[in-house]
C-alpha cells in the first residue's frame, strides 16, 4: 500500500523521468525563446524543476497517510495546506541553496530568480494540489481493486464449501438407507446382504475417487448410477426397471460429479418405494438451446402426495448447478399424468 507507484517498476521510472526530462527541456526553450532569458539562466534554473521532480515521489507518503479512513475531511484539507506551504517554502530555499552554493550563477540569475519568487510560490502550491489528487486516485483505485479480488476470492471460497457441503448431504442419505437394508438381509439372505455390501464398496470407492473432481463425463458417471441401482435392485427386486436412450457423443459430455444420484435417490423414495406395481426409470440426453440436457422421467401411482418430490435432493442439485455456471434455473421439474420428468440443463 504505502510503495509508491512511480518506484514500483522500472518501467514507471523511465517514463517518470522521461515526462520530467520533457518539461525541463520545454521550459528552457520557452524561458530562452519566449521570455528573452539567457540560456545559462534558464539551464541553471532546471535546479528547481529537478528539485520538484523529487518533491512528487515523496508526497507519495502524505497522501497514503491523510485518509478519509483514518482523518476527518477537515483534518485532511487542513494538513494538505500546511503541507503545500512547508514543502514550497523547502523546494525554494533548498534549490536556491544549490545554486548560489554548488553552481555558477550566470550574471543576473539572482534578479531573475527574486522577480518569479511570487510565481514559484504559486508553482510549488500548484503542484503539490495537482499530484496529490492523482495520487488519490491511485489509492482509491489500488484500493478497490484489492477489495473486489478479496471479495472474488471469498466468494469462490464460499462457493466450494456450499458445494461440499452439499454433497456431503447427498451421500450419507443413501448409504444409511443401504446399511439399513443389508442390516435387514443379513438375518434372511446373506447372499443377497454379500453381493449388496460389494457393491456399495464398489460405489464408496468410486465416490472416493473422484470427490475432488467438480465435473466428470457422463459415461463415468452412469457407472457409478448403474451400481447404486444394482444396490437398489438388490433391496427391491422387481419393483423397477432401469432403460437409457442415449446418443454415443453424450457419453463424453461433462457434467457436475455426483449430480445425477440424487435424482435417481428421489424416483426410488418417492416413486419406487410407495408404488405397488412395477415402475420405469428411463434416463435420455441430447443438445436443446445451446444446452445438454439429461432428463431422468418415471410413472409413479397416482394419489401419494409425496411423488412430486420436493426434498432436499432436488434443492440440493438445483444449488449446485446454479453456483457451477452461475445461472439459475438449470433444474426442470414436471409432472404430467402419472408421469415424474426431472431435467438438468448444462451450458454448452
Not at 457393491?199 to 475432488?212: C, I, Q, S, V
Request: glycine residues 4%; proline residues 4%.
Amino acid at each position: 500500500m504505502f510503495t509508491n507507484p512511480i518506484l514500483s517498476k522500472k518501467k514507471n521510472v523511465f517514463l517518470y523521468i522521461l515526462a520530467w526530462f520533457f518539461i525541463s527541456a520545454t521550459y528552457i526553450f520557452i524561458l530562452n525563446s519566449e521570455l528573452k532569458i539567457s540560456i545559462e539562466i534558464a539551464a541553471e534554473d532546471v535546479v528547481f524543476i529537478a528539485l520538484l521532480f523529487g518533491i512528487g515521489l515523496f508526497l507519495w507518503y502524505p497522501a497514503c497517510f491523510l485518509t478519509p479512513e483514518n482523518y476527518k475531511p477537515i483534518k485532511i484539507f487542513t494538513s494538505h495546506i500546511l503541507g503545500s506551504i512547508f514543502s514550497t517554502i523547502l523546494w525554494i530555499a533548498i534549490g536556491y541553496f544549490i545554486v548560489e552554493s554548488f553552481l555558477p550563477s550566470p550574471n543576473g540569475f539572482i534578479d531573475f530568480f527574486n522577480k518569479t519568487l511570487v510565481l514559484r510560490f504559486l508553482t510549488g502550491m500548484m503542484f503539490y494540489f495537482l499530484l496529490i489528487p492523482f495520487y488519490y486516485i491511485i489509492i482509491y483505485y489500488r484500493t478497490l481493486q484489492e477489495k473486489i479480488s478479496n471479495e472474488a476470492e471469498l466468494k469462490n471460497s464460499i462457493t466450494e464449501a456450499e458445494l461440499r457441503s452439499l454433497k456431503f448431504q447427498i451421500n450419507p442419505h443413501f448409504i444409511f438407507n443401504s446399511l439399513n437394508s443389508m442390516s435387514a438381509l443379513t438375518a434372511i439372505d446373506a447372499e443377497r446382504a454379500r453381493s449388496m455390501i460389494l457393491k456399495l464398496a464398489d460405489f464408496l470407492r468410486y465416490t472416493l475417487a473422484n470427490n475432488e473432481k467438480e465435473k466428470t463425463p457422463l459415461g463415468e458417471e452412469l457407472k457409478n448410477i448403474r451400481l447404486y441401482l444394482d444396490i437398489e435392485k438388490i433391496r427391491f427386486e422387481d419393483k423397477f426397471e432401469y432403460v437409457e436412450e442415449l446418443e454415443s457423443d453424450c457419453l463424453s459430455m461433462l457434467i457436475p460429479n455426483m449430480i445425477l444420484q440424487p435424482l435417481f435417490e428421489n424416483v426410488i423414495k418417492h416413486a419406487v418405494y410407495e408404488s405397488l406395481g412395477k415402475v420405469t426409470l428411463r434416463l435420455k440426453c441430447g443438445i436443446k438451446d445451446s444446452y445438454f440436457f439429461v432428463a431422468i422421467e418415471n410413472n409413479f401411482e397416482l394419489g401419494f402426495s409425496k411423488s412430486t418430490g420436493t426434498g432436499i435432493g432436488l434443492q440440493n442439485v438445483k444449488r449446485r448447478l446454479e453456483l457451477i455456471y452461475g445461472i439459475p434455473d438449470l433444474l426442470e421439474v414436471k409432472r404430467e399424468g402419472n408421469l415424474f420428468n426431472v431435467c438438468i440443463f448444462i451450458p454448452q
